[in-house]
């Protein structure tokens, strides 16, 4: 059974900062994409970051609304994604979600592999 493992989240002052990490025992991330989503009470999960297979060649994106304050980051060696959230804001509570898609997924839409998520809350 795939397993994605997330951790890493917490309760932080709005302007603080956390690292989310997530590690799988059976899904090689270099050869998938990465990605961090997160959903917030009565909202859709919505993407946040992701990285693309692959090694000095792996591309980034970001949602609009954390592009600047996120960073995607991938260790190979540690088979481990991370997300690093600067400067965070009220708005970025919500459940946090690791997620990989194996080549040939569409990289939209609510596919691939999902980890139990990790909570994340900002207090004002």
């Known amino acids: 059974q795939v397993q994605l493992v997330e951790s890493g989240g917490g309760l932080v002052q709005a302007g603080g900062s956390l690292r989310l990490s997530c590690t799988s025992a059976?899904?090689?991330?270099?050869?998938?994409?990465m990605g961090w989503y997160r959903q917030a009470p009565g909202k859709q999960r919505e993407m946040v970051a992701r990285?693309?297979?692959?090694?000095?060649?792996?591309?980034?994106d970001y949602s609009g609304a954390v592009k600047g304050r996120f960073t995607i980051s991938r260790d190979n060696a540690k088979n481990t994604i991370s997300l690093e959230m600067n400067n965070l804001r009220p708005e970025d509570t919500a459940v946090y979600y690791c997620n990989s898609r194996r080549p040939g997924v569409p990289p939209e839409g609510d596919f691939g592999d999902w980890g139990q998520g990790t909570q994340v809350t900002v207090q004002s």
């Open positions: 059976n899904i090689i991330f270099s050869l998938n994409d």
């Open positions: 990285i693309s297979r692959g090694d000095d060649d792996a591309t980034v």
